[in-house]
């Protein structure tokens, strides 16, 4: 490989891509949209990642499960914990949202068809867009049968598979990107699990760093920004942060029998943060109403979902990847606007 990397540095040497930053002047964003070679590159590698994400489920056995955007029952709901708030619309009359997360349909597909559920959807948050977060964005979703172990190896596969495909099939667009193809080499071929670090021990890691945490509603620490960044200076291949507070997640998520105040996830740290989220399932009808009672949310949007739990209480675990965070880490860029092909404004809403 190094050899071919070689020979795709002396290739590029004058052909390097710079991001247009169009999102600044949305006025002038179509006629830059149109004539930038940069756009032309966020569409042929993003083509890349959604065949590549196709392949890699089809090989571990799994099925596609498309699902609605509306729903009644959001996943991130404005209870105690949540960091995000849900995106409403008025359709024929009728309030509803659009989806955060199409996870429930995925865990009711898993039980229909008894393989792991996936998809590649939009997914819409009510904030805000800027250098991390936008919100629409393109999220690769699944839900499996497990635990939180076997949820973060099915993960890792994924993040090794995907690095590697861009090697072999993108690596000359990466690299003008920004890329790093001794990073993606690296990963790929990385033998070993991931770095792992409990949020206990993250929280002594950081003691020394003032803004490396903010404070929830619930009183509990969640980690920032900064703090993940500090983190993953001291790794270079991603970086686990495992068992969150359970105050700070969503009632869905399981906690652990020896201590219900500690939650059974983990988030993927790489690039600019926070890549995916992932977590084990609570996984009877009663272990749901009592995460749902300590988050103060209203069961009543929920009841499909609880009785589901009641009438085949399985073990899942699941996560979410934003495509567009993964593409940050593999081209070392830090603004997401800068792999958003049409704009979004305030209402999650894609325009030229």
């Given at each position: 490989m190094?050899?071919?990397?070689e020979?795709?540095?002396?290739?590029?040497?004058?052909?390097?891509?710079?991001?247009?930053?169009?999102?600044?002047?949305?006025?002038?964003?179509?006629?830059?949209?149109?004539?930038?070679?940069w756009y032309?590159?966020?569409?042929?590698?993003f083509n890349?990642?959604s065949?590549?994400?196709?392949?890699?489920?089809?090989?571990?056995?799994?099925?596609?499960?498309?699902?609605?955007i509306?729903t009644?029952?959001?996943?991130?709901?404005?209870?105690?914990?949540?960091?995000?708030l849900?995106?409403?619309?008025?359709?024929?009359?009728?309030?509803?949202?659009?989806?955060?997360?199409?996870?429930?349909?995925?865990?009711?597909?898993?039980?229909?068809?008894?393989?792991t559920?996936?998809?590649?959807?939009?997914?819409f948050?009510?904030?805000?867009?800027?250098?991390r977060?936008?919100?629409?964005?393109?999220?690769?979703?699944?839900?499996?049968?497990?635990?939180?172990?076997?949820?973060?190896g099915?993960?890792?596969?994924?993040?090794?598979?995907?690095?590697?495909?861009?090697?072999?099939?993108?690596?000359?667009?990466?690299?003008?990107?920004?890329?790093?193809?001794?990073?993606?080499?690296?990963?790929?071929?990385?033998?070993?699990?991931f770095?792992?670090?409990?949020?206990?021990?993250?929280?002594?890691?950081?003691?020394?760093?003032?803004?490396?945490f903010?404070r929830?509603?619930?009183?509990?620490?969640?980690?920032?920004?900064?703090?993940?960044r500090?983190?993953?200076?001291?790794?270079?291949?991603?970086?686990w942060?495992?068992?969150?507070?359970?105050?700070?997640?969503?009632?869905?998520?399981?906690?652990?029998s020896?201590?219900?105040?500690?939650?059974?996830?983990?988030?993927?740290?790489?690039g600019?943060?926070?890549?995916?989220?992932?977590?084990?399932?609570?996984?009877?009808?009663?272990?749901?109403?009592?995460?749902?009672?300590?988050?103060?949310v209203d069961p009543?949007?929920?009841e499909?979902?609880?009785?589901?739990?009641?009438?085949t209480?399985?073990?899942?675990?699941?996560?979410?990847?934003?495509?567009?965070?993964?593409?940050l880490?593999a081209?070392?860029?830090?603004?997401?606007?800068?792999?958003?092909?049409?704009?979004?404004?305030?209402?999650g809403?894609?325009?030229?």
């Amino acid at each position: 490989m190094d050899q071919k990397l070689e020979s795709y540095k002396v290739k590029i040497a004058n052909k390097r891509l710079k991001s247009p930053d169009s999102w600044k002047n949305p006025n002038e964003h179509l006629e830059i949209l149109l004539k930038s070679p940069w756009y032309s590159s966020v569409l042929s590698v993003f083509n890349t990642c959604s065949i590549a994400t196709h392949n890699f489920f089809q090989r571990e056995q799994s099925s596609i499960a498309f699902a609605p955007i509306t729903t009644g029952s959001i996943s991130s709901p404005m209870g105690l914990g949540s960091d995000s708030l849900p995106v409403s619309a008025t359709i024929d009359g009728r309030d509803i949202y659009l989806a955060d997360s199409m996870q429930f349909s995925l865990e009711l597909a898993l039980r229909v068809t008894g393989k792991t559920a996936y998809y590649i959807l939009p997914s819409f948050r009510g904030e805000k867009s800027d250098a991390r977060h936008l919100n629409q964005f393109i999220h690769a979703e699944a839900e499996l049968f497990g635990n939180l172990d076997d949820v973060i190896g099915f993960v890792e596969r994924y993040f090794k598979y995907m690095a590697q495909v861009l090697l072999d099939i993108s690596a000359e667009e990466v690299l003008r990107m920004g890329g790093d193809l001794a990073k993606l080499e690296r990963v790929a071929g990385y033998s070993e699990k991931f770095p792992r670090i409990s949020f206990e021990d993250a929280t002594a890691l950081l003691s020394n760093e003032p803004t490396a945490f903010e404070r929830c509603d619930t009183g509990d620490l969640r980690i920032t920004n900064h703090g993940e960044r500090i983190i993953l200076k001291g790794h270079d291949t991603p970086v686990w942060i495992t068992h969150m507070p359970a105050s700070t997640v969503p009632f869905y998520q399981a906690v652990s029998s020896n201590d219900t105040n500690i939650s059974l996830t983990a988030d993927l740290l790489a690039g600019i943060g926070e890549t995916v989220g992932a977590g084990e399932r609570a996984r009877t009808q009663l272990d749901v109403l009592e995460n749902l009672n300590r988050s103060k949310v209203d069961p009543k949007d929920y009841e499909w979902y609880l009785e589901m739990k009641r009438l085949t209480p399985v073990q899942t675990s699941g996560f979410g990847m934003g495509l567009e965070r993964f593409l940050l880490w593999a081209t070392n860029r830090t603004d997401i606007r800068d792999w958003a092909f049409l704009l979004r404004n305030e209402f999650g809403e894609g325009y030229p």
